[in-house]
């Protein structure tokens, strides 16, 4: 089987243009790439490496090639609430986390309005199971009106 990579560049192309714009971000699709990059990575340091793997199976290559970015597959970090995963998002998103996730609430909104992007790509199934697996305190990350 042959790589395609053009396809895939044209396929996150398409991709970060789309979650730039359900962010509020105009075509600013740097700031959309460095948010998506932060909330993944913060994502697969919550949930299991096995619930890892079973997650980016359904991704396409390109939001693969995100997860996976810099993954060590180290211990899991603890994470008991909202706040402890926004300050982990923003460790990931390093010295722009200022201008990325000014406040606590609009990193709440983009965590949310990536879980609803991200729906387009992860069946019903795989949801729940994350859902299941984080933090009592994250659950509601994945809104009733996500998963359906």
């Known amino acids: 089987m042959g790589l395609n990579f053009n396809q895939f560049a044209k ?30 990575h913060g994502l697969r340091e919550v949930i299991s490496t096995e619930e890892s793997l079973q997650l980016i199976a359904q991704f396409p290559m390109f939001l693969k090639a995100i997860y996976v970015n810099g993954w060590s597959g180290k211990t899991k970090i603890k994470v008991k ?34 879980f609803i992007v991200l729906r387009k790509h992860i069946s019903l199934g795989e ?17 009733q009106n996500v998963m359906f």
């Open 127 to 143: 949801l729940e199971d994350i859902r299941t697996v984080l933090p009592k305190d994250l659950k509601f990350l994945i809104y």
């Open 11 to 40: 396929e996150a192309n398409t991709f970060l243009k789309a979650y730039a714009a359900e962010l509020n971000l105009g075509k600013d699709t740097d700031k959309a790439g460095r948010i998506l990059s932060s909330i993944l």
């Open 81 to 114: 609430s909202l706040e402890d995963f926004i300050d982990l998002i923003r460790d990931f998103n390093g010295v722009t986390s200022i201008v990325d996730f000014e406040s606590n609430e609009i990193a709440e909104n983009y965590i949310k309005s990536t």
